[in-house]
């Protein structure tokens, strides 16, 4: 590419083909590279190169770019509420589960009493009978009760709730004296 005839070398004229290009560096600016320019082809191939870069770029960018669309907003429920609302929902099943396989032991600990000879529906029972039978703790037994044709199962390891009326009276401490 470089002739012994040119000012100026054809690397120098590729290091300054951005300028020119952009027209940063006219013919008055500078005619030494302007009359590189005429007599060396490979170097006017260059330069077209540049111009239709710089043209592509220039048709390709708007003047104003479209904003960017809005996110969808979504209503998240912070980490410690749903952290608190997914234990309060395991507990509340939990103890569903639980309450539910105590009442079948119950159910089925009373058909076995009833299937018991003598205890069946027209068997005749003494007035009152207690059978003692192994609870959930070893120490604390549960009993059933039998009054005619009632079956009572009583566990003393859980409170009673007693009805209202059979409530024992309680009197102020001022009305017992004489």
């Not at 592509?56 to 104003?64: H, T, V």
């Not at 309450?99 to 119950?106: D, H, L, P, S, V």
Request: glycine letters at 6%; aromatic letters at 4%.
């Amino acid at each position: 590419m470089t002739d012994p005839d040119h000012d100026l070398p054809c690397e120098e004229i590729e290091a300054m083909l951005p300028l020119i290009a952009d027209g940063a560096v006219s013919q008055q600016s500078d005619p030494t590279v302007f009359a590189h320019l005429a007599r060396c082809m490979d170097c006017q191939d260059s330069l077209a190169r540049h111009d239709l870069v710089t043209l592509a770029l220039a048709r390709g960018l708007p003047g104003d770019l479209p904003r960017p669309l809005p996110r969808e907003i979504r209503y998240r429920i912070p980490l410690p509420w749903a952290t608190a609302i997914a234990a309060s929902l395991a507990v509340a099943l939990g103890a569903t589960w639980l309450f539910g396989i105590q009442a079948q032991r119950e159910r089925d600990l009373l058909a076995r009493i009833a299937a018991m000879p003598g205890q069946g529906p027209g068997a005749q029972r003494p007035d009152t009978e207690i059978i003692s039978i192994p609870g959930s703790d070893p120490r604390h037994p549960r009993y059933v009760i039998l009054q005619g044709d009632r079956t009572l199962l009583v566990d003393p390891a859980t409170p009673a709730k007693r009805p209202a009326r059979s409530a024992p009276l309680v009197h102020p401490v001022g009305l017992n004296r004489y």
